[in-house]
């Protein structure tokens, strides 16, 4: 869900009911209808289903950032992430209660986690959040294919489309040729394939 300030009086329950994983942005919650600030702080009617209080937050320039790094890994690759634009900060006190997965470096917590409802208290970079992301598809038992900017997939019934909006040839694997319905294996750039999702298996 994108940063979204004002929620209806009913989205929390909404989206308890739908069942997926929700992934909620820094500012969401935020203001009631008549722009104010909720009485108890955001993320206002959304903390019935995700249990915490923002009590404070920060705006930084675009040249700023700060350091982000899993809660559960030394990784160094991932102690290099970072954070921009917002820094939302958690109160400690509901903290305590949500799963802390990603911290900011002065140890306040960046990315909790409720149940199926995850917050992100920041905008990261493009890896940490390409990788984040992942990590709560898996969670929701969905595997995730890397198809880089250019490569978008569809499925529509039977059917799954590919289309490559990029300069380079995108190779199709794990499919067989008699799949294909429209092109082939070898997605031409700026070009459109289309095979049967039921007979083969898309890898990226």
């Excluded at 939302?88 to 986690?113: C, E, M, N, W």
């Excluded at 917050?119 to 880089?148: H, K």
């Excluded at 300069?167 to 082939?184: E, K, L």
Aim: aromatic residues 10%.
């Amino acid at each position: 869900m994108p940063p979204l300030p004002v929620v209806p009086a009913d989205f929390a329950q909404r989206l308890a009911d739908s069942g997926a994983q929700v992934v909620f942005g820094p500012r969401t919650g935020s203001k009631t209808a008549d722009l104010q600030i909720p009485a108890s702080l955001p993320l206002g009617a959304l903390s019935s289903v995700l249990p915490l209080r923002v009590w404070r937050v920060e705006s930084m320039r675009p040249n700023v950032t700060e350091a982000v790094r899993l809660s559960s890994t030394s990784n160094a690759s991932e102690e290099d992430s970072v954070a921009h634009h917002w820094h939302d900060f958690i109160d400690s006190d509901t903290a305590q209660s949500l799963d802390v997965r990603t911290r900011f470096a002065d140890g306040h917590p960046a990315y909790v986690k409720s149940g199926a409802f995850h917050y992100f208290a920041s905008l990261f970079d493009d890896a940490l959040t390409a990788l984040l992301f992942d990590r709560i598809a898996g969670e929701a038992g969905n595997r995730t294919l890397p198809f880089g900017e250019s490569v978008w997939i569809s499925r529509r019934g039977g059917l799954t489309y590919v289309f490559n909006y990029g300069n380079d040839t995108h190779d199709i694997a794990d499919v067989a040729d008699a799949a294909f319905v429209i092109g082939s294996r070898a997605v031409e750039p700026q070009g459109a394939a289309a095979y049967r999702s039921d007979s083969a298996r898309y890898h990226a």
